[in-house]
T-cell receptor, first 106, second 120 residues
Framework: RKEVEQDPGPFNVPEGATVAFNCTYSNSASQSFFWYRQDCRKEPKLLMSVYSSGNEDGRFTAQLNRASQYISLLIRDSKLSDSATYLCKSGNQFYFGTGTSLTVIP | DAGVIQSPRHEVTEMGQEVTLRCKPISGHDYLFWYRQTMMRGLELLIYFNNNVPIDDSGMPEDRFSAKMPNASFSTLKIQPSEPRDSAVYFC??????????????????FGPGTRLTVL
């Protein structure tokens, strides 16, 4: 059952770059979405939630495109510490995408 | 305040043995989830409870897996008998019930540190 789909990557970007990930969802009734971050050998933790068109928090911007049924996560000015796996989830389901791996290179 | 607590953190067992994973959710959270994570399949939902009642166990792979939640502060996931393909990281997560009716969807899930299971 694939409620959400993600490009697994890996994305390897240089420090300071801008990178974006997409996550497509199948349930058009979904009204909220979440991006989680998972560091290596750690548990997922909430990064951002999206309830309407978008949400911005510092270098991170999450956007929702209902017409095309996808959410995106944009990271500006990438830091080495941004290296992690980013998981998306539809709010009214409990299923996560497979995650997108990001490595920021010095 | 303590987060979600899981035990053991690591478990190594032999094929055929019974394995019991334990979870204490965050106090006051109404939802409890069990997930399994592998490189091949990602983070899979196994089962979730609401107010100690199992709501959806369709993700439980087979009858060898069972989960219980005898009270609001404790849940177990049992595998009997265990097989090498059960090797994975098992996460427990809890979530409060959404109170704000103006917003659809569910709240943030808080994950425990996971149990890394290796079945030889």
């Amino acid at each position: 059952r694939k409620e959400v789909e993600q490009d697994p990557g890996p994305f390897n970007v240089p420090e300071g770059a801008t990178v974006a990930f997409n996550c497509t969802y199948s349930n058009s009734a979904s009204q909220s979405f979440f991006w989680y971050r998972q560091d290596c050998r750690k548990e997922p933790k909430l990064l951002m939630s999206v309830y309407s068109s978008g949400n911005e928090d510092g270098r991170f911007t999450a956007q929702l495109n209902r017409a095309s049924q996808y959410i995106s996560l944009l990271i500006r000015d990438s830091k080495l510490s941004d290296s992690a796996t980013y998981l998306c989830k539809s709010g009214n389901q409990f299923y996560f995408g497979t995650g997108t791996s990001l490595t920021v290179i010095p | 305040d303590a987060g979600v607590i899981q035990s053991p953190r690591h478990e190594v067992t032999e094929m055929g043995q019974e394995v019991t994973l334990r979870c204490k959710p965050i106090s006051g959270h109404d939802y409890l989830f069990w997930y399994r994570q592998t490189m091949m399949r990602g983070l899979e939902l196994l089962i979730y409870f609401n107010n100690n009642v199992p709501i959806d166990d369709s993700g439980m792979p087979e009858d060898r897996f069972s989960a219980k939640m005898p009270n609001a502060s404790f849940s177990t996931l049992k595998i009997q008998p265990s097989e090498p393909r059960d090797s994975a990281v098992y996460f427990c997560a809890s979530s409060p019930t959404l109170r704000d009716s103006g917003r659809a969807g569910y709240n943030e899930q808080f994950f425990g540190p996971g149990t890394r299971l290796t079945v030889l």
